[in-house]
């Protein structure tokens, strides 16, 4: 069986804050990261679960947004350990690309304040 790997973007980024996208639309991935990188941010991308060590791999993480509609408790709850106290949580209603993009910008809005 094949472990799941979770989607990132290409390694180029890596000095770019990092949002970490639970849950949402696997199909909606590319689009998703898109509208991320628009913002300058990388998008690590967890649709059924968080693999272990996954905290290691990922850098520095701006935010972390949970598609509430769309992501399992357990995934929900895996999710504590992958940031920093003070990291931003952001709950999504949807996992439409809108929501994604708006969440962006209000992010990027902050980080520049």
Same mark, same amino acid.
């Given at each position: 069986?094949?472990? &799941? @790997?979770?989607?990132?973007?290409? &390694?180029?980024? /890596? @000095?770019?804050? @990092? %949002?970490?996208?639970? #849950?949402?639309?696997? #199909?909606?991935?590319?689009r998703?990261?898109?509208a ?6 990388? +998008?690590?991308?967890? /649709?059924?679960? %968080?693999? &272990?060590? !996954?905290?290691?791999?990922? #850098?520095? $993480? ?8 769309m $992501? ?6 895996? +999710?504590?350990?992958? !940031?920093?106290?003070?990291?931003? +949580?952001?709950?999504?209603? @949807?996992?439409? $690309?809108?929501? +994604?993009? !708006? ?6 809005? /902050?980080?520049?304040?």
């Amino acid at each position: 069986m094949n472990k &799941p @790997t979770p989607r990132t973007t290409s &390694p180029s980024l /890596e @000095t770019e804050p @990092t %949002v970490v996208l639970v #849950g949402g639309n696997g #199909g909606l991935f590319d689009r998703y990261r898109e509208a991320l990188e628009e913002r300058g941010l990388r +998008v690590r991308h967890f /649709e059924k679960r %968080v693999p &272990p060590g !996954a905290r290691r791999s990922l #850098g520095r $993480v701006a935010a972390i947004f949970v598609v509430v509609s769309m $992501v399992s408790h357990s995934l929900r709850d895996s +999710v504590k350990d992958l !940031a920093d106290d003070g990291t931003k +949580v952001v709950y999504l209603r @949807t996992g439409s $690309v809108s929501a +994604v993009r !708006a969440a962006a910008l209000e992010l990027s809005h /902050e980080r520049a304040a």
